[in-house]
């Protein structure tokens, strides 16, 4: 079931609610968002199609020197998708703290110039929207079934951190 927390979220930004992957999905300051819960954590997953190999290295080294301002349970990035776990402790996190981390993500993909419109399976830009495996991206009709050019190769998972 989606929390309250995460339902203000998507009604305070517009954002569509998928009960069938338990998530809320939507825009922020033109990235697409796929947010959902875990246990003592929140997922941020963003498409990073097209991103530069320097640009992907300089975000993740980023998470990681902030990991413990920004209360980070884990991170990583594959598939194209940059996935951020933010802890959760006995207080639920707020819509207010959700969308702090919305507007870090958002802010740390602009400067580094990640495109925004980026299909998820071949880095073009592609203005159709929609669900692929359950996540909020930008696809060509054509790349549906098509092999996925990877950008983000070899990106292990940041281990989570002890809480």
């Known amino acids: 079931m989606i929390s309250t927390h995460l339902m203000k979220l998507a009604e305070q930004n517009g954002w569509k609610v998928n009960t069938k992957e338990e998530s809320v999905f939507g825009v922020y300051n033109d990235y ?7 246990n003592r954590f929140k997922a941020f997953i963003t498409p990073v199609a ?4 320097a640009a992907l290295e300089t975000v993740m080294d980023y998470l ?13 990035a594959h598939d194209n998708f940059l996935c951020v776990r933010m802890e959760e402790g006995m207080v639920k996190l707020s819509a207010d703290k959700l969308e702090y981390m919305l507007g ?3 802010g740390l993909l602009s400067l580094q110039e990640v495109p925004a419109d980026a299909c998820v399976v071949c880095g073009q830009p592609a203005a159709r929207r ?11 009709t054509e790349c549906e079934n098509a092999d996925m050019v990877e950008f983000t ?3 292990e998972p940041a281990g989570e951190t002890e809480t």
């Open 50 to 53: 097209g991103i530069s190999p």
């Open 64 to 76: 990681e020197k902030q990991r413990k301002l920004l209360r980070l349970h884990s991170f990583e």
């Open 104 to 106: 870090q993500i958002s």
């Open 153 to 155: 190769p070899g990106t």
């Open 130 to 140: 929609g669900l692929y495996v359950g996540l909020f991206c930008n696809l060509h």
């Open 32 to 38: 697409l968002f796929t947010v959902l819960e875990g």
